[in-house]
């Protein structure tokens, strides 16, 4: 999503915006696959927006002035792009098998991260533990703030108006249409992000799992379940 109307949007300093023009399903357009569609944009066919022609103008600056050099500008977006919800899976499998790691994690996820070795950046990240009874879900309803440098970029829907609208209001709606039926005893807690604090959700450790090794479990924590729209499910035997 853009947020081009918004020119004096400054919520967050890291937004991510989309700018590559819309994917769309080459298989129906009848050509071999591999082969480049005749009508796929490219990156500059797309609209030049204020955020872009910002980021531009700053990092030209940047360089200009020998702030920074081309390679670490370089390093730094890489090092961005690199950060995935795997990283956020290590944090919960290792909460799952170690309860003095967990309450260290529920404490201060960026100190916890920095153990196993993850830089989870500056903007402090809490995480919510679920429970038995107690569900809890993350959105930014301003705009699309994110724990990103701990699991990467958000998915389109988390910065869609629907979703930061809709989940506020009517939360078990909402997950019923990701799949996830909450009973009506269970309470769910929505968190609203910041720029100056992101939210991850611990979930339930499921039952079935017992003497698994950290790698196995971290498996099965994936993206939504980080964000809060998905459990962590046991695959069937
Ligand atoms: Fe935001």
Redesign the pocket.
């Given at each position: 999503m853009s947020h081009d109307q918004e020119p004096d949007h400054d919520?967050?300093p890291d937004h991510d915006h989309e700018h590559r023009g819309h994917g769309h399903d080459h298989e129906s357009h009848g050509h071999p696959p591999g082969q480049r569609h005749p009508f796929q944009p490219d990156l500059e066919d797309g609209p030049y927006s204020w955020h872009m022609a910002l980021t531009d103008a700053v990092a030209d600056l940047l360089l200009a002035k020998g702030l920074i050099t081309a390679d670490e500008l370089r390093r730094t977006l890489e090092d961005i792009d690199s950060k995935s919800p795997a990283l956020g899976a290590r944090l919960v499998a290792r909460a799952w098998v170690d309860p003095a790691f967990k309450a260290r994690l529920l404490a201060d996820v960026n100190a916890a991260a920095a153990e196993l070795g993850i830089d989870a950046g500056p903007i402090p990240i809490r995480a919510v533990e679920c429970a038995p009874g107690e569900h809890h879900v993350i959105v930014?309803t301003?705009?699309?703030?994110y724990p990103r440098l701990l699991l990467g970029a958000a998915p389109d829907w988390y910065k869609a108006r629907a979703y930061r609208s809709r989940v506020v209001r009517e939360p078990r709606p909402v997950l019923a249409e990701f799949g996830l039926e909450l009973d009506p005893e269970v309470a769910v807690i929505v968190h609203d992000?910041?720029?100056e604090l992101r939210f991850m959700v611990l979930p339930e450790r499921p039952a079935g799992t017992e003497g698994w090794d950290e790698e196995r479990l971290a498996a099965l924590v994936t993206r939504d379940c980080l964000i809060g729209v998905a459990r962590p499910r046991v695959p069937a035997a």
């Open positions: 919520h967050e930014c301003l705009c699309s703030c992000s910041t720029a």
